[in-house]
């Protein structure tokens, strides 16, 4: 984070990324945390349509669908 302001989009992706790789090493709860992060930074920067946006839901979608929550997953998709 050092390299960029702590809302610069590039952290959003970052974070982002990570989303996907605690999701993949079984940190849900983790990842999730990371999610709401790497979304108000996006959100707020990039906008809701931005196809980095997009993939930080689907992201959310997929870490949501692992803990068992899956109208929540589903909500996170349609935002994608």
């Known amino acids: 984070r050092a390299a960029y302001p702590a809302d610069h989009p590039r952290v959003g992706q970052t974070l982002n990324n990570l989303t996907s790789d ?5 940190l849900a709860e983790e990842a999730l945390a990371m999610s709401d992060a790497a979304l108000d930074i996006l959100t707020a920067r990039l ?34």
Not at 52 to 68: H, P, Y
């Open 22 to 26: 605690l999701d993949a090493v079984g």
């Open 47 to 80: 906008g809701a349509t931005h196809p980095s946006t997009a993939a930080a839901w689907n992201n959310r979608g997929m870490v949501l669908a692992a803990l068992g929550r899956p109208r929540e997953a589903l909500d996170a998709y349609d935002r994608a």
